[in-house]
């Protein structure tokens, strides 16, 4: 299976009935989805194996019956796990792995960006990320954006809050619409896949979505609103 050279949260990046779910991702429903922004990995089931061996301690009993209960693996062990490993920060990266070219938004594009300001009327962005899966290109400057209420959902626009859909620190998923003004791209959430694909509750725990408008804490079992982005 061909994994994509950069996970993002909300990314599929396989079917639980092949994987498990390892560090840096979760599993909704049947599919195992990135938890966090990184570069993807499989850990196959002999590694896992190896390792937990190495590490359990030995089982001086003389009782043959409680020996073979307690190393009995359950058959869901045997698959690989599907993790995601966090990026470097930039400083440990070498210098000629860094491209001297840097990534320009245009148009169509698809982005990643994470929302720095909320106002009445608007979100401001800055974009880290353009492209999609195989094709992303990382931003070696941030492009500061703004999704305009009207941009945000496409049904009911006028009853729309940029409160309730954005919350400073989210990380969304957009579309580029215009290359705006000298300052800002205009960006738009009113798809299904587009909109927030991570967010922190306001105790700062990472929350999951549970429609398209809710986003739940796993911790306190609290809501928030926001304008969520369908997962692919």
């Not at 307690?70 to 792995?97: N, Q």
């Amino acid at each position: 299976m061909a994994l994509p050279n950069l996970a993002y949260p909300g990314l599929i990046l396989g079917p639980s009935s092949q994987f498990i779910s390892g560090p840096g991702t979760h599993l909704h429903g049947s599919s195992i989805y990135a938890s966090i922004t990184g570069r993807p990995t499989i850990i196959s089931s002999a590694t896992k194996t190896s390792s937990t061996s190495a590490s359990a301690p030995t089982n001086h009993s003389s009782n043959s019956t409680t020996n073979l209960s307690t190393t009995k693996v359950p058959s869901a062990s045997m698959l690989p796990a599907l993790s995601v490993l966090s990026a470097p920060p930039p400083s440990s990266i070498p210098s000629h792995a860094v491209s001297s070219k840097n990534t320009l938004p245009a148009v169509g594009s698809v982005v990643l960006c994470h929302v720095t300001r909320v106002a009445v009327k608007q979100a401001n962005v800055a974009i880290l990320v353009v492209g999609e899966e195989e094709q992303n290109g990382v931003c070696a400057d941030e492009w500061a954006g703004v999704v305009r209420r009207e941009d945000i959902r496409e049904m009911e626009r006028d009853k729309v809050k940029v409160q309730e859909s954005f919350k400073v620190g989210d990380l969304l998923r957009g579309e580029v619409i215009s290359l705006g003004d000298q300052s800002n791209y205009y960006l738009t959430t009113a798809r299904n896949e587009l909109g927030v694909i991570m967010a922190k509750s306001e105790v700062g725990n990472i929350m999951f979505p549970i429609s398209w408008k809710e986003f739940r804490d796993p911790i306190t079992g609290l809501t928030e609103s926001r304008k969520v982005a369908k997962p692919f």
